[in-house]
């Protein structure tokens, strides 16, 4: 079974949000996926394995989670909103002040270490909710503006993690091989658990094992109840905030 572990910020810093976590903690994940015998793998290679992803590319990777994920040589994935790329990340709404994008310079350093990129969109706009012109934009354009920059993209991370067969269709076109987020059901919908400051050890191993069934249905239902509080920031894109 191939799944994504969703990380975003990567910060020494507390954070009034819950989609974060200290270096510490991803340290942690990583030896802890290692030493329970799973393989951490970057999309096609392998048909099992962990995908480890950060949605957004914010330059706190750099500094936070790039050393973890070299130390142990792992491989990850950093979905890129291209629009924001070493620019400050006024998409969102924020109470802790203004964090900044990767910029082109990290990026390729990254790069040269082994970790992939890929496509979080132009701007992180609900996918669901644009019309054709918007959404072949967002998938196509930031597409082009990578590759041009970066060789080939094949992955894109959903903003907001929502996706309709539409949206679905236009992706194929763009000519994304793997689409994360979903229930799993094909390479355009690999599901991806995401990892928050409230996880520890114990609830990763139920995320990543999907057992025992009753706990890792209330650790899939917390994930939808936090992702639900995306609203605000969707709201904000539109201008009603």
């Known amino acids: 079974m191939l799944k994504a572990l969703q990380f975003h910020r990567i910060t020494d810093k507390f954070q009034f949000c819950g989609t974060w976590n200290y270096p510490e903690q991803l340290d942690n994940f990583i030896k802890t996926i290692y030493e329970n ?21 914010e ?28 620019k400050k990340n006024y998409w969102d709404i924020s109470i802790t002040g203004r964090n900044r994008h990767l910029d082109w310079k990290q990026i390729h350093e990254m790069k040269k270490y082994g ?22 934009y967002e998938l196509n354009e930031s597409k082009r503006i990578l590759e041009k920059n970066l060789g080939p993209i094949d992955a894109i991370s959903y903003p907001f993690n929502r996706i309709n067969s539409y949206v679905l269709k236009k992706v194929a ?5 793997y ?16 990892v928050y400051i409230i996880d520890t050890p114990f609830t990763l191993k139920i995320k990543i094992s999907e057992n025992p069934p009753l706990l890792y249905y209330y650790e899939r239902l917390q994930q939808k109840i936090i992702n639900y509080f995306t609203i605000a920031t969707i709201l904000n894109k539109k201008g009603v905030l």
């Open 115 to 136: 970790i992939a990129f890929g496509s979080h969109t132009m701007s992180h706009r609900n996918l669901t909710r644009l019309n054709e012109q918007q959404l072949v």
């Open 179 to 194: 689409g994360f987020g979903g229930e799993g059901d094909s390479n355009l919908t690999l599901k991806k658990e995401a």
């Open 37 to 57: 015998g799973y393989k951490i793998i970057l999309p096609g290679e392998k048909d099992d394995g962990i995908v480890i992803t950060f949605d957004d590319g």
């Open 59 to 86: 330059e706190n990777l750099y500094y936070f989670a790039f050393p973890v994920l070299k130390k142990y040589h792992c491989p990850a994935v950093v979905f890129l909103i291209v629009n924001y790329i070493g």
């Open 173 to 177: 076109e763009a000519g994304y091989k």
